[in-house]
């Protein structure tokens, strides 16, 4: 495969001609659960993503693996309402959107049976060269008689057999293009231990998997797998877990094989990052519904669908339920429950085909979390000092403990407490508090999640990061802006900004300071920096169930997600110093939403209050890492960077303590300290940190104290949403590319 395969376009959009475009065509605005959706996401799972994993599925694995491309399926979404004029017109609007981002030859559509205009994208297929379609539900002749026959499937396998037929007229295309990317001699070939790596298994949960090893052993593709007999499939209804941990170790493995350590840096994950898939019910249903109240009946249905998930997934039904509601009643329910945690699993394929990565879906939670978790959003979010921070710390342990307890079976906890790579968590679960043993999950790991409840949003993130792609260059602070908000008359905020500024020659980013969101606009604009930071207060609200800046607290003005969305106002890359700014427990309008709507790729916030110093000081330390970066870059990734300058600050933080309260100076300079940091960078040492900490607080005082869960924590407040795990520093990328590409 020759590295003029892979087109550049702008520095920032990366596409194949061999790549292969999928099209939804229906009436929706946006991703919403429903049949059609449903249906399309489920037969996207049996597509390849490329013509050339027909030709060599595992070269294609390899090949993405050795130059840093990550690929997924190349997705759209063509309303319906394009086809009300011509054919022609609609192609148009196609093209021009399609052309923006890739130079794809095939395109395939998945088209919604209930669509008002059959008649025009017959017609409009028929003006596309290379296009196949499928049609969901069961159309009828009155839709079909729309369409050339010839072009439609029904499967992953009937599309590559319509693909195959036309391959000399696509090679001749491709080569008329300009490309040198031969697939004429299309022999799709399956590694003969294929069926062995990857077993198909009659368990929804274990699909995700199976699909995802088929992007690179094509054993699907090879020999459509033979329907379970009945036994097999009670069999594996039960083993779901055993099943999934299997699956992931032999994706693991399937990387390791191309694992080549001349080109992996010695901190670098040594496994591709997990999707742990985390479902929460949706705690505040009843705000939904206004100024609507549920009777009891309706209290007991929003009850048995949000049914809590055992280890091994079975469903816990209380006496309550079945008392309230009938058998079949709850039986519906439950199927309804089924059929959203399976869309679920069709999100999470969808970003694990990015970087061929395994999937981990863990028990869903709901009510047994609640109260709890609520916690957070009363009295534990309002404290302004030491006492009420400590608190708050206090009850997040207690949280992890709960969510491991709840979530995580003993297996599971094992393959994680061994497993190197980083974890992207569908969830709306704070999972970064989460305990596998005496630590919090982000202590051991790099964690960065996608918000559950926006579905939406979930595949926007997707896309985002199948369509462009984002490079951290070595002037990275150069291109850093700090935007710096709060009323003139907020003394205490005016001297932390003065303390950042102070260090804006030797760093060398830029700052302003706002009071209005035009000013905010205005600045954004003019800098356009690669990682926008903003210094300011925060908070949420809870009518609408929201969050939002506080640009100047004296006069009332905010900073919405409307405001971000309309003004455009975002980085690559955004860093959130203000308080409660994630908030947890059922908040639908985050800001985090909105800067990916805006064009983020990841956006690090906050769960809770952050005292003005500490907050400041990690900003500095942040920035003076990435000073160093502009050297030789040892991070793989942003989620690597910002996951390790957090845990850091619990180091640093808890020792600065222990030197107040003894009345010494200041001093983290020195080698004990350094060796720590460094340590830190590398998982297998993370938890022997601690305990050469333990016993550096014993050498600054006798009496220090030493039980983890009173160091300072204020790292663990911090969460880091979207897919940083793809955000990679150009340099590492360079540096760890096949020499070829040199």
Not at 202 to 214: L, R, V
Not at 428 to 436: A, G, V
Not at 731 to 736: P, Q
Request: net charge negative.
């Amino acid at each position: 495969m020759a590295k003029e395969s892979v087109v550049y376009l702008k520095g920032d959009l990366v596409s194949s001609i061999s790549e292969i475009q999928y099209t939804l065509i229906s009436k929706e605005i946006t991703y919403m659960p429903g049949d059609f959706f449903d249906s399309a996401f489920s037969l996207l799972r049996e597509f390849p993503k490329s013509l050339l994993q027909l030709k060599d599925s595992w070269h294609f694995f390899n090949f993405c693996y050795r130059w840093v491309l990550r690929r997924g399926i190349n997705l759209y979404t063509f309303q319906d309402i394009f086809f009300s004029n011509s054919a022609h017109e609609a192609l148009v609007l196609f093209e021009d959107l399609s052309k923006f981002y890739n130079k794809d030859l095939v395109r395939v559509f998945i088209i919604d049976a209930k669509i008002d205009h059959h008649q025009r994208v017959g017609e409009f297929l028929k003006l596309i060269p290379f296009s196949y379609f499928h049609i969901t539900g069961a159309p009828g002749d009155e839709i079909l008689n729309n369409y050339d026959q010839w072009k439609r499937f029904s499967n992953g396998h009937e599309l590559i057999s319509l693909i195959k037929n036309d391959l000399p007229a696509i090679d001749a295309a491709i080569q008329e293009s300009g490309g040198n990317v031969l697939i004429s001699d299309f022999k799709l070939f399956s590694n003969q231990h294929a069926n062995e790596l990857n077993p198909f298994h009659a368990n929804a949960i274990a699909e995700t998997n199976y699909f995802i090893a088929n992007q690179s052993l094509a054993n699907f593709w090879f020999n459509r797998p033979k329907p379970p007999t009945a036994d097999r499939v009670y069999f594996f209804r039960n083993k779901g877990m055993g099943i999934q941990l299997d699956q992931i170790q032999k994706i693991d493995g399937m990387h390791l094989g191309n694992h080549d350590d001349s080109h992996v840096s010695p901190i670098a994950p040594v496994n591709p990052s997990l999707i742990i898939v985390a479902p929460y019910h949706f705690p505040r249903t009843e705000m939904l519904y206004g100024e609507y109240t549920l009777d009891e009946t309706g209290k007991m249905l929003v009850r048995a669908t949000h049914s809590e998930q055992k280890h091994n997934y079975d469903f816990i039904i209380t006496p309550e339920m079945f008392s309230s509601l009938s058998q079949v009643a709850v039986s519906t329910l439950l199927e309804i429950e089924e059929k959203h945690l399976k869309n679920l699993d069709h999100l999470a394929y969808l970003h694990a085909l990015l970087n061929n990565s395994p999937v981990l879906r863990l028990p869903a939670v709901g009510r047994s979390i609640d109260v709890q978790l609520s916690a957070f959003i009363g009295e534990l979010s309002e404290y302004v000092d030491d006492k009420g921070k400590n608190k708050a710390v206090d009850k997040i342990h207690v949280l992890g403990e709960l969510m491991s307890k709840l979530l995580i079976h003993e297996n599971v906890k094992s393959i994680l407490e061994e497993r190197d790579g980083q974890l992207v968590c569908m969830t709306d679960l704070p999972i970064e508090w989460l305990k596998l043993g005496s630590y919090p999950l982000s202590l051991t790991h790099d964690v960065c999640r996608i918000p559950e409840f926006n579905l939406s949003s979930v595949i926007n993130i997707y896309i985002k990061n199948q369509r462009m792609v984002f490079r951290i260059k070595p002037d990275i602070v150069k291109k850093t802006l700090i935007v710096h908000c709060a009323g003139k008359n907020d003394d205490d905020m005016q001297e932390v900004f003065d303390l950042i500024d102070d260090c804006q020659g030797s760093l060398g980013f830029n700052s302003v300071r706002c009071v209005t969101v035009e000013e905010v606009s205005i600045a954004v604009k003019k800098f356009n920096p690669d990682l926008l930071i903003f210094d300011c207060h925060g908070d949420f609200e809870e009518k609408g169930l929201s969050s939002f800046l506080t640009l100047d607290f004296d006069n009332g003005v905010e900073l919405t997600g409307k405001d971000i969305i309309e003004h455009e106002i975002f980085a690559p890359l955004v860093f959130i110093s203000a308080c409660r700014t994630q908030p947890n427990y059922g908040y639908v309008k985050l800001l985090s939403d909105a800067f990916f709507q805006a064009g983020a790729f990841s956006v690090t916030a906050t769960y809770l209050p952050i005292l003005d110093y500490s907050a400041a000081s990690l900003l500095i330390r942040m920035l003076s890492e990435l000073k160093k970066e502009s050297g030789d870059s040892a991070f793989m990734n942003w989620l690597a960077f910002i996951a390790h300058t957090l845990r850091t600050s619990l180091v640093i933080q808890t020792i600065q303590k222990v030197q107040l309260d003894n009345n010494l100076v200041i001093d983290t300079d020195n080698a004990a300290v350094s060796k720590m940091l460094a340590d830190l960078k590398l998982f297998s040492n993370r938890e022997k940190v601690i305990l050469e900490l333990k016993k550096h607080l014993l050498t600054i005082s006798s009496t220090a104290d030493i039980l983890f869960e009173n160091f300072e924590q204020d790292w663990l407040f911090y969460t880091t949403m979207g897919r940083a795990d793809l955000v990679y520093f150009e340099k590492w990328v360079l540096a760890h590319q096949p020499e070829i590409i040199k």
